[in-house]
């Protein structure tokens, strides 16, 4: 049995339907306001989608993905301040692609994914590095050469403290069944390894980790979901923390009921994190917030209604803005923390003149790379679509409003 990356089973598991609405590729909003726009972005033959985005400045942002025409492969685009533009990666074989990003310098960039190294269609982890000039392949482990494994999250912590995380497959595990266990990488300036993580329930329940964040070297936070073998369709949240020597699940795991799951993570302060996903508990997925305090984590219990919601990224800003985007029946989802109750969370106006897709990362520069600025320009990315192609989307929440006027830190809105 094939193994897909985690983040496609979930995607499976929890299908969200969304009206195609007639439109084109590469929309560009007018921000005249302080909305969420999109900004033309390039786009190959077939079908692209973004999947992870990192910035480092106002001027220096990067995005991963998918480009699914012949065969799937992985894309980057590079955001220099006034354009994104298409860098070619480094060459892989068919059925490719990236799902996340993370930056350390200009010239220290790093994308994870999977790669099908086998005619066997067994996919393998996939890590690239971009040295400011070029991106090349770097070797990562896989721990079971003849079942399928992937990463789903990056998170830098310095040029050589780097966590990757996803899942991985079992041969032989119920005669191919195909369980899936976490999958934790680390890289240390020289080479990738493989660090034990544990597992609930392992050998009969599927474990998988799509997003992680890092305080510290001795504190990083990972989440994703667990399930029963049995009834792979209800995932529970599943929590993971490394305190510089080893993995192990918190033990405060969030229970927001059956078919719950966490797609991303971002930290503020080590008493001060946020993880989000989704609940389906009713048969429509809605967004899912959970929230650290330094001793346990806690469901952002009222949260407004969004049909076919689910947040897939979330971040966090030296100023303490907190953003989550994703999808829903209506397309492209962005909220934000109005401060306060965890649960204060508004749905934010974005523009999408005839356009339907949605947002599966989103990201701010990092504070030591900002400068002066306290308007740093954020981006989320995902997809728009015709209803037949998908294509490229980049979001920005613009650092100016046309005129001069800066934008606010927390609009209010009603």
Known sequence: ????????????????????????????GACNVPLWCPVSTPNQS??????????????????????NGATASPITQHW????WTSIAPASVLA????????????????????????????????????????????????VDANAGQGLAGVAAISSNDIWAVGSSNRSGIHHGDGIDFTLAEHWNGTAWSVASSPNINPGTGY??????????????????FHTNYLYYS?????????????WSISSSLPDPGADSLLDSIAVFSAND?????????????????????GSSWTVADALRQVPGGRLWGVTITPEHEIWAVGTSAAGPLVMHWQGGSISNWVVFPNTYPNVSGGLYS?????????????????????????????????????????????????????
Do not use: C
């Open 46 to 67: 077939g079908s692209n989608i973004l999947y992870g985005t990192t910035a480092l400045s106002n001027t220096d942002a990067w995005a991963v993905g998918l480009n």
């Open 362 to 414: 989103v990201a701010a520069p990092l504070a030591q790379t900002r400068g002066n600025t306290h308007n740093p320009r954020m981006w989320a990315v995902g997809y728009s679509t015709d209803g037949n192609t998908d294509y490229t989307l980049a979001d920005t929440y613009a650092p100016l409003i046309p005129g001069g006027l800066t934008r606010p830190n927390a609009p209010k809105l009603p």
């Open 234 to 246: 209800t995932p529970r949240p599943l929590i993971e923390h490394w305190d510089g020597t080893s």
């Open 80 to 83: 220099d301040g006034n354009t």
């Open 207 to 224: 474990n998988s980790l799509l997003g992680i964040a890092a305080v510290s070297s001795n504190n990083v936070w990972a989440v994703g």
């Open 273 to 293: 994190i946020w993880a989000v996903g989704s609940n389906d508990p009713f048969g429509s997925p809605q967004p899912l917030v959970v929230h650290w305090d």
């Open 95 to 142: 059925n490719a692609q990236f799902y996340s990003a993370a930056a350390i310098a200009p010239n220290d960039v790093w994308a994870v994914g999977y790669d099908n190294y086998s005619s066997r269609e067994i996919q393998y982890t996939l890590a690239q590095h971009w040295d400011g000039s070029s991106w090349s392949t770097v070797s990562s482990p896989n």
């Open 1 to 28: 049995m094939v193994s897909l990356i985690s983040m496609v089973l979930v995607a499976a598991m929890l299908t969200i339907t969304i009206p195609a609405i007639a439109g084109g590729p590469n929309p560009v």
